[in-house]
Nanobody
Framework: QMQLVESGGGSVQSGGSLRLSCAAS???????????IAWFRQGPGKELEGVAG???????NYADSVKGRFTISRDNDKTSLYLQMNSLNAEDTAMYYC????????????????????RGQGTQVTASS
């Protein structure tokens, strides 16, 4: 059973940057490469939303609210997922979760929490003015 552990969260001032990481364990690099993986977040009083996803071919998709500011990437050899977040603002304050699902080549899943059956425990990001 693959396990996901997020890190890199913290508190920054508006306009600042953070880089989140999500390390996968109990999985080989080859098996990790067959997963589609994504970042989700849930802010205070808000619903869980998809932030960014990357499929097994490296194609990415982003929520409109983070396009141009956030960049998702993966390193299959290190079985790790990353989220570079720039120009953070108060609206980005949330618990950030990584999640994974096995997917086929050429398939880019929608950013829907229900479709991702492996999930981490989250890391808190707080951006304040």
């Amino acid at each position: 059973q693959m396990q996901l552990v997020e890190s890199g969260g913290g508190s920054v001032q508006s306009g600042g940057s953070l880089r989140l990481s999500c390390a996968a364990s109990v999985v080989s690099a080859y098996m990790y490469s067959t997963y589609c993986i994504a970042w989700f977040r849930q802010g205070p009083g808000k619903e869980l939303e998809g932030v960014a996803g990357i499929d097994r071919d490296g194609r990415t998709n982003y929520a409109d609210s983070v396009k141009g500011r956030f960049t998702i990437s993966r390193d299959n050899d290190k079985t790790s997922l990353y989220l570079q977040m720039n120009s953070l603002n108060a609206e980005d304050t949330a618990m950030y979760y990584c999640a994974a699902q096995v997917c086929a080549t050429g398939f880019t899943p929608a950013l829907l929490w229900s479709g991702y059956n492996y999930r981490g425990q989250g890391t808190q990001v707080t951006a304040s003015s």
